[in-house]
């Protein structure tokens, strides 16, 4: 029994040190290529500006719906050659707010319309392809409903486009609106931030192949059909449709000096709810398209790898609860494992290094920003449990239901979302993450007990992003029945 525990361990150690290797990889390609010029923006005349269709896909999100339109109608690109397609799949009074805003701007001579379907289906993936089928423009912006582009955005974007016929998608950079509002914010501002510089800067300057994400990208709508159109077989329509446009011998560019401000989730249970469905896409994305990418002729070794790895991204969870759960074992035989402390430690610097690289590079306060890094790190250990679940559904099943996450309108330190209808259910995954923190428990008090310290480090860290997650999940759940309580008795 103990040389199965100490196989299994050995396993699930190798495997996290493949993902450690990947980022080790991507930080050292963005330090040779973080200073390469970006690419120069191309100057055309306006006679020779195309016609351009923005999507605006949302489903009840009446707090930012009007916004987002709004932005979208204030675009600086010439009106005869601007579409806007409202993809309106809402069952609420979002709709409403749709039509005041879609009327009054239509009053103005802009070309907008509100596309609403019967059914839904294919979620997000349907509507954009619905659209697409009535666009009038050869280019397609897409923005979620909490995005802000700026008025220059398809002036940045869209010439690159025109200028280079084998450009399939331009993406651009995320920043955030409301950063600084609360502990779930800053720890989100991390993780976008270093893939957003880090991972992107580093797989697209390099070759490698990169994934759009879903808004503030402009698509080529050539592009679009030649690899397949959009799918709603995952739960990632974009990670899916970039990969399979580039397969197909498109080419991806990615802007970082192009922003495009969005709003972060404060809430935990929505939160979990997004990565959860992050991971269920990617090894959804994973089986659709591994031996597509193994069999190319178009990619060489290390990008197959590499590609092969960021579409494995979220396994690191699954392994990281394989040791969670390996650790009591290990401790009631006896299984030593050798060199297990040097093998989490020389695994355990590679995390903080791609972060804090991503912060370096944004932020001349990055010292300060990083202060919440042990709280990110955290909360990736308390999630692994929803985020495994995630994987697991997606390794089973194409498709699923696509779970929204609800935005406030919150900017800065400002916003409320305490008595808002759209609070997501906290769901039942909190039961298995009780029951595995009762776990870990017993396992750090036998470690302890029996002189085995060294195997406290990842369970005890576990323990405390367990603690976390619940503790963020309930003292919020609390938080918002009270703030109802108190407007229904006003």
Not at 171 to 198: G, K
Request: net charge neutral.
């Amino acid at each position: 029994m103990a040389a199965l525990i100490r196989a299994l361990s050995s396993i699930a150690l190798v495997g996290l040190a493949a993902c450690a290797g990947q980022a080790v990889v991507l930080m050292a390609l963005y330090l040779r290529h973080r200073r390469d010029p970006s690419p120069h923006r191309p100057a055309l005349a306006e006679d020779d500006l195309p016609m351009v269709t923005v999507q605006i896909p949302l489903r009840n999100e009446r707090h930012v719906a009007s916004q987002v339109i709004c932005a979208a109608a204030a675009l600086d690109w010439p009106r005869d050659r601007l579409e806007i397609q409202v993809l309106d799949d809402s069952d609420d009074e979002t709709s409403e707010v749709v039509a005041g805003e879609v009327a009054a701007i239509r009053q103005d001579g802009l070309d907008i319309i509100v596309l609403r379907r019967p059914v839904p289906v294919g979620f997000k993936a349907g509507a954009l392809a619905e659209g697409l089928a009535q666009a009038k423009g050869e280019h397609l912006a897409v923005f979620d409903a909490d995005f802000c582009p700026p008025p220059d955005f398809l002036h940045q974007t869209v010439p690159h486009l025109v200028t280079d016929p084998t450009l399939g998608f331009v993406q651009v950079r995320w920043t955030h609106l409301n950063s600084a509002y609360s502990l779930m914010t800053r720890v989100q501002t991390l993780a976008l931030d270093a893939h957003f510089t880090v991972e992107h800067i580093a797989r697209n300057r390099s070759g490698l192949l990169m994934n759009a994400n879903g808004s503030a990208v402009v698509w080529r709508g050539e592009a679009i059909g030649a690899a397949g159109g959009w799918s709603a077989e995952t739960m990632t329509e974009d990670l899916d449709l970039s990969y399979r446009m580039q397969l197909s011998g498109w080419r991806a560019l990615y802007l970082p000096d192009v922003v495009a401000p969005a709003e972060l989730t404060p809430l935990m249970v929505a939160f979990k709810a997004q990565q959860q469905r992050w991971a269920k896409g990617a090894i959804q994305s994973l089986r659709k398209l591994a031996g597509p990418i193994l069999r190319s002729p178009r990619l060489n070794v290390g990008q197959k790898a590499m590609a092969i790895l960021h579409l494995s991204g979220y396994l690191n969870q699954p392994l990281l609860l394989a040791m969670v759960v390996l650790t009591l074992p290990m401790v009631l035989t006896d299984a030593h494992l050798a060199d297990f402390g040097l093998w989490l430690g020389a695994l355990a610097w590679v995390p903080p290094a791609l972060y804090l690289l991503g912060q370096a590079h944004l932020h001349r306060d990055w010292p300060r920003r990083f202060f919440a890094y042990p709280a990110l790190m955290l909360l990736w250990l308390g999630m692994a449990w929803s985020l495994t679940l995630g994987l697991v559904d997606g390794a089973l099943h194409w498709g699923g239901t696509f779970v929204r996450t609800p935005k406030y309108r919150i900017r800065g330190r400002s916003g409320r979302w305490q008595a808002s209808s759209y609070r997501p259910a906290v769901g039942l995954t909190w039961v298995g993450e009780l029951v595995l923190g009762a776990y870990v428990c017993v396992a750090i008090w036998l470690a302890l007990a029996r002189g085995q310290a060294h195997l406290v480090s990842l369970v005890g860290g576990y323990a405390a992003g367990q603690m976390m997650v619940l503790g963020l999940t309930l003292v919020q759940a609390l938080k918002a029945g009270r703030d109802r309580d108190r407007v229904l008795g006003e």
